[in-house]
């Protein structure tokens, strides 16, 4: 399955933004799918994941009070809500699929080219 992140942008801190995961392929419903993000100079980190039928996500703790992951599977996306946003939720978001909705981003591939948010203070 071949992923697609899109959807960033530039927003001001409390803001919200909605971030879309487009997949191609019908094998899309067969697995779980996950964003990740990663800031500069930094390491790559977990943000949340959710499982192929929309009916378990996982959240990294710092940020499940202000973002929500969701799919539709008739149209082949997962989306990530992402509200009262902070500078320090600068980063590239990926998205990228596994057959389980574990929060390591090693157990991931299919990673597509990710969209970049910008929070300004």
């Known amino acids: 399955v071949q992923l697609q992140a899109y959807g960033g942008g530039l927003v001001q801190a409390g803001g919200s933004l909605k971030l879309s995961c487009a997949a191609s392929g019908r094998a899309f419903r067969r697995y779980a799918v996950g964003w990740f993000r990663q800031a500069p100079g930094l390491e790559r980190e977990f943000v949340a994941t959710?499982?192929?039928?929309?009916?378990?996500?996982y959240y990294a703790d710092s940020l499940k009070d202000r973002f929500t992951i969701s799919r539709d599977n008739a149209r082949n996306a997962v989306y990530l809500q992402m509200s009262s946003l902070r500078p320090e939720d600068t980063a590239v978001y990926y998205c990228?699929?596994?057959?389980?909705?574990?929060?390591?981003?090693?157990?991931?591939?299919?990673w597509g080219q990710g969209t970049l948010v910008t929070v300004s203070s």
């Open positions: 959710i499982s192929r039928d929309g009916g378990t996500t």
């Open positions: 990228a699929a596994c057959l389980s909705p574990v929060p390591l981003w090693a157990a991931y591939a299919d």
